[in-house]
Structures are given as C-alpha cells and as structure tokens.
C-alpha cells in the first residue's frame, strides 16, 4: 500500500502536537494526512475524543491508517472496538503514556488503558528513556495490543521538545508500515 491509497488520520495528545511536531510537518507533507482535531487538547475528555476519532474514521473514504502520538495512542485504543469493521488497516502508535504512572491528572479519564489485541496491524514506537512511559510498560502494550515493538532509543518523548521535528526516520518507517500492509 502506498500513502495515496490511504486516509492518514494524525491523532495528537494531550495539548496537541505544535507546528514543529512531526506529525504536523507529516501533515503538510502528506497529501492524504489530516489530523483529528479534538474540542479541547488542554482537557482531554475520553468519550469526547474517542467518538471524535470514529467520527473522522467513519468520514474516511478510503482506507484508513492511523498515526497516533502519547494520549493519542489510547484513544485509539479506547476506539477500536467502534470503528466500522474493516475500515482501518494499520495504526502507527508513537510514544504512548504509562497512564497507570502518570502524574498528570488531565490524563486521568484515559485510565485505564484496554489491554485487548487491536484488530488491525499495528507498530509501537517507544524509546528507552520516555519520560512519560517505561520502556519495559512500552513493551507490555505492544504484547498486549499484538503490536511490533521498534525501539527508538534514546528519543525521550519522541516530540519536537526531545529533538524529534522533521523525523526522517519515523517517516520511513511509517511508509515501511505501509508498504507491508
């Protein structure tokens, strides 16, 4: 599969992702990415944001590939199991929040994070040294969501803040991801 064969739906966390993010520079750069915009980046609210996300994959007029970054990855996780069958063929999930660790009581709704297999491909991106998830829990989700595991190494949140812009790497593995589906 190809890029131009698909609905690329970026899903930003908490706060959204700034303009230097790298999914908002995939935004600009990919034609057939768009992001979930939510009401309220700066109070995440589970149930809003999770019938947003099957809103937007319901819209979607083709396939469907998920790119989902920190509180993004568990609202595609809360979701899953309403998105209509067969309409996401892969989800790219970076970076996803311990939220059973988390001191972040914005994130507290998200809790706790399903632990059922996704039923679609999927690929986790996690580094070593995320300030927001260990890489031993990263490792737990991906076995639980039947997700490959791609360690980032030293990436900390993998986020424009951790040196993590443009991210030529992350964009040849998606397009990796792709291809394989």
Known sequence: MKSSDVD????????????DHWQS???????TARRVDQADFD????????????????RATRPVVLVAHSLGVPTVVHAAPSFPSGKVVGAFLVAPPDLAASRVPELATFAPVPTDPLPFPSVLVASRTDPHCAYRQAEGFALDWGAALVD???????NAE???GPWPEGSMRLLGFLRAL
């Open 152 to 158: 980032a190494g030293d990436a900390g949140h993998v």
């Open 25 to 31: 520079r995939w935004e600009r750069a990919l034609s």
């Open 8 to 19: 690329i739906l970026l899903v930003p966390g908490w706060q959204g992702s700034g303009p």
């Open 43 to 58: 109070a995440p609210d589970r149930q809003a944001w999770t019938q947003r996300l099957v809103e937007e994959v319901t």
């Open 162 to 164: 951790a040196g993590f």
